[in-house]
């Protein structure tokens, strides 16, 4: 079992950076990639950036360019942040953090609201 624990969403004027943190603790060595979703109301949950265990990345178009993706790796914790900058109006949703494991399952953080707003 995983165990994700978000940060760092807030409100953000357009143009604007934020950073979103996530701490991974417990089986940390069954995963094999780590990313952020986002989801607004009335659609589904959509793939943002992810890196895997070897430190691949990738990202939805939408986001290229002005997200990055990054991990820190320490002892018994694998901490993924997300940074964000250049942000718009249409970035504007609650971001989870994902872990998918080996077998393909996944966990998920609870989730942090991120509102791009003047």
């Known amino acids: 079992q995983v165990q994700l624990v978000e940060s760092g969403g807030g409100l953000v004027q357009p143009g604007g950076s934020l950073r979103l943190s996530c701490a991974a603790s417990?089986?940390?060595?069954?995963?094999?990639?780590m990313g952020w979703y986002r989801q607004t109301p009335g659609k589904e949950r959509e793939l943002v950036a992810r890196i895997t265990i070897g430190g691949s990345t990738g990202y939805a178009d939408s986001v290229k360019g002005r997200f990055t993706i990054s991990r820190d790796n320490a002892k018994n914790t694998v901490s993924v942040y997300l940074q964000m900058n250049s942000l718009k109006p249409e970035d504007t949703a609650v971001y989870y953090c994902?872990?998918?494991?080996?077998?393909?399952?996944?966990?998920w953080g609870q989730g942090t609201q991120v509102t791009v707003s003047s």
């Open positions: 417990g089986s940390i060595f069954s995963i094999n990639a």
């Open positions: 994902n872990a998918r494991y080996s077998d393909f399952t996944n966990s």
